[in-house]
T-cell receptor
Framework: AQKVTQAQTEISVVEKEDVTLDCVYE???????LFWYKQPPSGELVFLIR??????QNEISGRYSWNFQKSTSSFNFTITASQVVDSAVYFC?????????????FGQGTRLTINP | GEEVAQTPKHLVRGEGQKAKLYCAPI?????VFWYQQVLKNEFKFLIS????????ETGMPKERFSAKCLPNSPCSLEIQATKLEDSAVYFC???????????????FGSGTQLSVL
């Protein structure tokens, strides 16, 4: 069975602080894909990153960085120098291997509020 | 088109009425997915299509939900005899290829907010 856990339901920080959103996943597949999506107050889902299970390189994109640790089944997301526009609900998601249905299994989401 | 287009944005139905939602995937995308988001957080996979063929329907409630993707038409999700618990945002997503392909991802529409009163 596939499962994604985002233990932090809500996080609130002051602008310019760094913040890390945790994501822990469970899967028996040896090949799988991990994603982060952002859902701003307007409601749409915005793709942020995809990571393949066989690629453990960490990634940085501007103020965003992702730490993939296969040994602990975690795929954490850090925002450096947070801004008010980062306020949103962030979802971590897992897709099983190619023999799976290619569907995404989402975590419960973390509501991030950046206060000015 | 360059984005997944969902219509309508909002839909209000009385309990027991039918609801029909539409989705036009990005042009050239072969896979279409429907997800239900309840209480603003929990996403539930409903069904996926590869072109006009059902790819995975393991999430579909069998009794009242149906979906189609016909050639040259928007895909549709239909709920017969809606219930209060069907109130949710329904997202459609599309992808060009399977996730095994490098950098493939799901592109989501803006969702349809269904309110059953």
């Amino acid at each position: 069975a596939q499962k994604v856990t985002q233990a932090q339901t809500e996080i609130s920080v002051v602008e310019k602080e760094d913040v890390t959103l945790d994501c822990v996943y469970e899967t028996r597949d040896t090949t799988y894909y991990l994603f982060w999506y952002k859902q701003p107050p307007s409601g749409e889902l915005v793709f942020l990153i995809r990571r393949n299970s066989f690629d453990e390189q960490n990634e940085i994109s501007g103020r965003y960085s992702w730490n993939f640790q296969k040994s602990t089944s975690s795929f954490n997301f850090t925002i450096t120098a947070s801004q008010v526009v980062d306020s949103a609900v962030y979802f971590c998601a897992l897709s099983p291997s190619i023999q799976g249905a290619q569907k995404l299994v989402f975590g419960q989401g973390t509501r991030l509020t950046i206060n000015p | 088109g360059e984005e997944v287009a969902q219509t309508p944005k909002h839909l209000v139905r009385g309990e027991g009425q039918k609801a029909k939602l539409y989705c036009a995937p990005i042009k050239g995308h072969s896979y279409v997915f429907w997800y239900q988001q309840v209480l603003k957080n929990e996403f539930k996979f409903l069904i996926s299509f590869q072109n006009e063929n059902v790819f995975d329907e393991t999430g579909m409630p069998k009794e009242r939900f149906s979906a189609k993707c016909l050639p040259n038409s928007p895909c549709s999700l239909e709920i017969q005899a809606t219930k209060l618990e069907d109130s949710a945002v329904y997202f459609c997503a599309s992808s060009q290829r399977m996730f095994g392909a490098t950098n493939e991802k799901l592109f989501f529409g803006s969702g349809t907010q269904l309110s059953v009163l």
